[in-house]
């Protein structure tokens, strides 16, 4: 069985909570109060100012010309729409983004920079992943059962379950699965352990857009 299958397998508990999350429960339906989607994205626009750097930061570790410009490819079209659907909700909406970072924020970014100044890609790209693919995975779950006609939140939903996004988050799931195949049984067990707690992070990172505590 590939590595991520297994770490999926072991993603599951967290993953389903995450379903769960009134955050998404109510963003599905369109009826998350409006300040507690504004402080989520006040948050992911700090997140991703940093996580943005950290993707470059970690293609310089990839020696394979190929996989560099493949993931360089990737980086920069998801960043791109990011941040462009970052700029209309924050234009539509009129979010404020004159806030500090959460400690959530600051933990995530932190975890994903000890990671990538290992300098062992393997353990990187685990730190890196479920910002994507847990992203993507809630984005096409949201698809399949929201309410898109007159749901506030349609342009986010949009982002994370579009084709694009969903083929870029396959390659990278591909690409680190090739790493792990014959890896030392010491070396899958970290980047299990860089995997399961940066999803601990998106976790939180949802719950804090709705408690903000």
């Given at each position: 069985m590939?590595?991520?299958?297994?770490?999926w397998k072991k993603?599951?508990p967290?993953?389903?909570?995450i379903l769960?999350?009134p955050f998404?429960k109510?963003l599905?339906?369109?009826?998350?109060?409006?300040?507690k989607?504004?402080?989520?994205i006040?948050?992911?626009?700090?997140?991703?100012g940093?996580?943005g750097?950290q993707l470059?930061q970690?293609?310089d570790?990839?020696?394979?010309?190929?996989?560099?410009e493949?993931?360089?490819s990737?980086?920069?079209?998801?960043?791109e729409?990011?941040k462009?659907?970052h700029?209309l909700l924050?234009?539509?909406?009129?979010?404020d983004?004159?806030?500090?970072?959460?400690d959530v924020?600051?933990?995530?970014?932190?975890?994903t920079?000890?990671?990538?100044?290992t300098?062992?890609?393997e353990?990187?790209?685990a730190a890196?992943?479920p910002c994507?693919w847990?992203?993507?995975?809630?984005?096409?779950d949201i698809?399949?059962?929201?309410?898109?006609e007159?749901?506030p939140?349609?342009?986010?939903?949009?982002?994370y379950?579009n084709?694009?996004?969903t083929s870029?988050v396959k390659?990278?799931?591909g690409?680190i699965d090739?790493?792990?195949?014959?890896?030392?049984?010491?070396?899958?067990a970290?980047?299990?352990?860089e995997?399961?707690e940066a999803l601990r992070f998106e976790?939180?990172?949802?719950?804090?857009?709705?408690n903000?505590?």
């Amino acid at each position: 069985m590939s590595w991520s299958s297994e770490i999926w397998k072991k993603s599951l508990p967290v993953y389903e909570a995450i379903l769960c999350l009134p955050f998404i429960k109510e963003l599905s339906e369109g009826s998350l109060p409006a300040q507690k989607f504004e402080r989520y994205i006040a948050q992911d626009e700090l997140y991703l100012g940093t996580y943005g750097r950290q993707l470059f930061q970690f293609a310089d570790l990839l020696q394979d010309p190929s996989e560099r410009e493949v993931f360089t490819s990737f980086a920069c079209s998801s960043l791109e729409g990011e941040k462009a659907m970052h700029q209309l909700l924050i234009e539509k909406v009129g979010i404020d983004l004159k806030v500090s970072p959460s400690d959530v924020t600051l933990g995530y970014n932190a975890h994903t920079q000890k990671a990538i100044d290992t300098g062992v890609k393997e353990l990187a790209l685990a730190a890196i992943l479920p910002c994507n693919w847990i992203y993507n995975r809630v984005g096409l779950d949201i698809l399949s059962r929201s309410r898109l006609e007159g749901n506030p939140y349609k342009d986010w939903i949009l982002e994370y379950g579009n084709e694009e996004f969903t083929s870029g988050v396959k390659m990278l799931v591909g690409m680190i699965d090739r790493w792990a195949e014959g890896a030392r049984e010491e070396l899958l067990a970290k980047m299990d352990e860089e995997f399961l707690e940066a999803l601990r992070f998106e976790y939180a990172f949802w719950e804090y857009g709705y408690n903000g505590d």
